[in-house]
C-alpha cells in the first residue's frame, strides 16, 4: 500500500510544476513581451500623421521693457492650422536667451544645456485649437537685449518657429542663414548638410546659436563641430560671438530613410530661418 503522506507531498509537487509552468507560458505571451519592450529602453518610433498637418506657433511676453531682477512671462502658443488633420510626436523647443534664467514653467518642461526647454505633446489636432505653453525666467543683469526664439516640430509635418524680442534686441533679421545639402540620394545612403552662418551688419552679434530639426526619418551620424545638444530630432550649437563681416559653417552628416519620399530639413540661426528639401529616391 502507498504511503499516504508520501502521495500528498507528490501531489503538491505536481501542483507547484503546473503553476511555475503556467507562469512561463504567460510571460511568453505577446502582450506580456509588449509590455516589457514599452517599459524598457528603445528606438524612437515615427508616427505617420493624419492628413496634412500645418503647425503653428506664436510668442509673446508680457513686459517689453524689464529691468534686471524682474521676472518675464514668456507664452507659446502652437496648433494645427488644417481641420481634421493630425501630427504626433509633438516637441515645442524654447530657447531662452543667455540674458534671464529660467524659474518654472506650465506644463513642467525638460531643461538642457544652454537655456534650451522642451516640451512634448502625444499630438496635435485633428481641432484647430490652441495650446498654450507659459515660461517664467528672472531677468539678469548685464544684458542690454534679450531675445527670445521656439521651435515646434511633429512627426512628418513641417516645423514652424516664433521670436519675440524685448528691451533693445539687436537686428537678428541681419544675421544670414545658408544651408546646401543634396538635390537627390539614395535610399541608407549618407546625406551631407553644410549650414552657414554669416554676420554682414557692422556689429558684434552676441550669443549666436544654430539649432537644426532633421527631418523624419532622417539619421544623425556626426557632425562638424560636435552639437552642444543632441536630442533628436534638433541639434544645436553655441557659437558665441560673430565679428562684423565673420562666418561660421557646420557640417551635418546624416543618413537617408529607407523609404521613398521628400524631406525637409529646417535650420534656425538666432531667428534667421532656412529650410532646404532632399529627394530621396530608390
Keep these: 500500500m502507498s504511503n499516504p503522506k508520501r502521495s500528498k507531498l507528490w501531489i503538491l509537487l505536481i501542483v507547484v510544476l503546473l503553476v511555475g509552468a503556467i507562469g512561463g507560458l504567460t510571460w511568453l505571451m505577446p502582450a506580456n513581451r509588449l509590455k516589457a519592450a514599452v517599459e524598457g529602453p528603445g528606438p524612437l518610433a515615427f508616427i505617420s500623421p493624419v492628413g496634412d498637418p500645418q503647425l503653428s506657433l506664436s510668442k509673446r511676453v508680457d513686459n517689453v521693457a ?3 531682477g524682474s521676472q518675464l512671462n514668456y507664452t507659446l ?9 493630425q501630427a ?6 524654447d530657447f531662452l536667451p543667455a540674458g534671464v534664467q529660467y524659474v518654472s514653467s506650465n506644463p513642467p518642461a525638460t531643461p538642457f544645456p544652454n537655456g534650451m526647454l522642451l516640451f512634448t505633446a502625444p499630438s ?3 481641432g484647430t485649437e490652441n495650446h498654450n505653453v507659459t515660461v517664467q525666467v528672472q531677468v539678469l543683469a548685464g544684458y542690454a537685449q534679450l531675445t527670445n526664439h521656439a521651435l515646434v516640430s511633429a512627426d512628418g509635418a513641417t516645423p514652424a518657429t516664433a521670436s519675440v524680442a524685448t528691451a533693445v534686441s539687436h537686428p537678428w533679421g541681419e544675421l544670414l542663414l545658408d544651408k546646401a545639402g543634396p538635390s537627390a540620394a539614395l535610399v ?16 558684434v552679434l552676441t550669443d549666436v546659436s544654430v539649432a537644426d530639426v532633421l527631418p523624419a526619418g532622417v539619421s544623425f551620424v556626426s557632425a562638424s563641430p560636435a552639437p552642444d545638444v543632441a536630442t533628436a530630432p534638433l541639434l544645436r550649437w553655441s557659437l558665441g560671438n560673430l565679428d562684423p563681416g565673420a562666418s561660421r559653417s557646420i557640417v551635418v552628416t ?8 521628400t524631406v525637409i530639413n529646417t535650420a534656425l540661426a538666432d531667428g534667421a530661418v532656412e529650410s532646404g528639401a532632399a529627394l530621396i529616391y530608390r
Aim: hydrophobic share 35%; net charge positive.
Design 254 to 261: 546624416t543618413t537617408a530613410p529607407s523609404v521613398l519620399g
Design 188 to 203: 541608407n545612403s549618407p546625406i551631407v548638410y553644410v549650414v552657414t552662418c554669416k554676420n554682414p551688419s557692422a556689429v
Design 66 to 68: 524689464p529691468v534686471p
Design 88 to 93: 504626433f510626436a509633438v516637441r515645442l523647443y
Design 77 to 85: 502658443s502652437y496648433s494645427n492650422t488644417n481641420p481634421g488633420a
Design 124 to 126: 496635435v489636432g485633428p
